[in-house]
């Protein structure tokens, strides 16, 4: 049974109502009528494919000047609450704001310690805040190293609309791991476009991740291919970007086109493996 990385909890509605989510959905080539009605639609669709768990990624832009994410927020407590009812098969992962400044600390110290929330996730792409914002961004992950809690970060691009690439720059990331040598951190999409800048920062970062999520096994760039054989063996992490790709649809192209050339215990590493040491207290 696989765990999934990278999933958003997203209704048909809620992506309706985002301008930025509907351009990712062209980029996708997605029938807006096949996406999900319900959150709970997302745990029957894991039981079909196989997948044991889900991250559950949280999302916050109330305080963005871009007027594009407006409606892009989903509360905490939202978050928390689908995680909740899911029989501890989702594990949600916070949305603070880093425009908020101190505000968003005290908005993930709450999601942590009083909604139980285990992680963070931040999309500077959608916030337009840099990686390596000493002011903005320093104290969430001073935070996070203390309390060993991971920080997800959307690195590079896939198809949302309305944003710009140049805040998720892999690199950004190289200096923020070197001075929070101790945080745990996921680099989404493998940087895209930028992934041999990822790997290096992998390389470089112990304790930096890699989940390959909103491409399919087949379209995974060469260049990857001897680190997720090899050294980062231990740190390749397999999300999909759900509801822009579905579990059984990644599961089925991996079996199909990418798990034959991995080497022996590769396969299982990246399908759960790396994600339990990843989500361990």
Not at 2 to 15: E, K, L
Not at 219 to 224: D, G, I, K, T
Request: aromatic content about 10%.
């Amino acid at each position: 049974m696989s765990i999934d990385v990278h999933v958003h909890p997203w209704t048909r509605a809620f992506m309706k109502r985002n301008g930025p989510i509907m351009k990712a959905c062209d980029f996708f080539k997605l029938d807006v009528s096949e996406l999900p009605e319900t959150t709970d639609q997302l745990l029957v669709e894991m039981e079909e494919a196989g997948v044991a768990r889900a991250v559950i990624l949280g999302q916050d832009t109330h305080a963005t000047k871009n007027q594009n994410f407006k409606n892009y927020t989903m509360k905490n407590d939202e978050v928390a609450g689908i995680a909740a009812r899911s029989g501890d098969r989702l594990v949600p992962f916070a949305g603070v704001d880093p425009n908020a400044g101190g505000d968003a600390l005290r908005e993930l110290k709450r999601a942590v310690r009083k909604l139980g929330m285990r992680g963070l996730k931040i999309h500077s792409s959608a916030n337009s805040v840099y990686l390596n914002d000493k002011r903005l961004m320093y104290p969430l992950y001073e935070f996070c190293e203390d309390s060993g809690v991971p920080i997800l970060f959307h690195t590079g691009t896939t198809g949302l609309g309305d944003c710009e690439i140049k805040y998720s720059k892999p690199e950004l990331l190289d200096e923020v791991c070197q001075s929070y040598p101790d945080m745990k951190v996921v680099m989404a999409h493998f940087g895209w476009p930028w992934p041999e800048v990822a790997v290096a920062v992998a390389l470089r970062n112990p304790n930096v991740f890699i989940d390959v999520s909103g491409w399919r096994p087949k379209y995974l760039p060469q260049s990857v291919f001897p680190y997720l054989n090899g050294p980062l063996q231990d740190r390749f992490l397999f999300g999909t970007d759900y509801p822009m790709m579905r579990q059984k649809e990644w599961l089925g192209d991996f079996e199909a086109n990418l798990k034959g050339r991995l080497k022996p215990g590769v396969a299982a590493k990246l399908l759960s493996g790396n994600a339990k040491r990843l989500l361990s207290d």
